[in-house]
């Protein structure tokens, strides 16, 4: 009998729960644990495998008798925005990103407070404390940071980050072959420039300089009305049982 080395992941899976993203359906969950010396390289390994991370778990669906979670990645080389992107572009030109190390704050946790409470009022992170956020942002032993996205101020051009509030911020995973994007949050009353998008836009440019390949955008989800932005961002891969298969 062949022995799994001393320091191979052990997987489990949770018990049945209400489908978050397809009415009357429940979901079960594959998960391990991201800690010690071997939490990047596995990081890595199960991200390109269809897993994302939420602290310190690599989780990926297992629902009995259901495949519609999808995993998606964007060809970033050869990804060329729509006519819609653009615009977005440009209502967002006044915005800058700064990759911070993921070190919660009180303005980032007010941030995503509003943000929780105006769009996600009745989804599962709905009562998360400073705690909770703080635990989300820093328990982590792979390599992550904390992108804040200002309005450009005086100082932009020398030292890379914007001035005044915090308009919107991504918690971002660097990977050996892309940029993964474990949440994101922002100001709601912001919600013209569709925040949201030029999130997406700026981490395929970021990626782009960075020399990596793909961004990771998590989850697809067929009938479900709230995953289907991520399906606008094209060339991409989505995950099957081939294997990364290519939609164009």
Partial sequence: MTREPRDA?????????PCPYLPGREERKVFTHLVGRRAVALNNTLTESGFRRS???AYRPACDGCRACVSV????????????????????????GYAAQPH??????????AYLDSRHAAGGMADMSMLDFTMMIEDTHVETRLVEYRKRGPDTAINGRGAGPLVAACLTDILSDGLSMVYSFFEPEEHDRSPGTFM????????????LPY????????????MDYKAR????????????????
């Fill in 9 to 17: 992941p052990q997987f489990y899976l949770t018990s049945p729960a």
């Fill in 55 to 57: 602290q310190t778990i």
């Fill in 73 to 96: 990645r964007v060809r970033v080389s050869e990804f060329e925005p729509t006519r819609n992107m653009r615009k977005n572009m440009q209502r967002n030109a006044d915005l800058v």
């Fill in 104 to 113: 919660p704050t009180s303005e980032q946790f007010s941030l995503f407070r």
């Fill in 200 to 211: 997406i836009l700026e981490h395929i440019a970021r990626a782009r300089r960075l020399g």
């Fill in 215 to 226: 961004l990771y955008l998590g989850y697809w989800v067929e009938g479900s009305r709230k």
């Fill in 233 to 248: 961002f094209r060339p991409q891969e989505r995950l099957g049982m081939d294997g990364w298969m290519p939609v164009e």
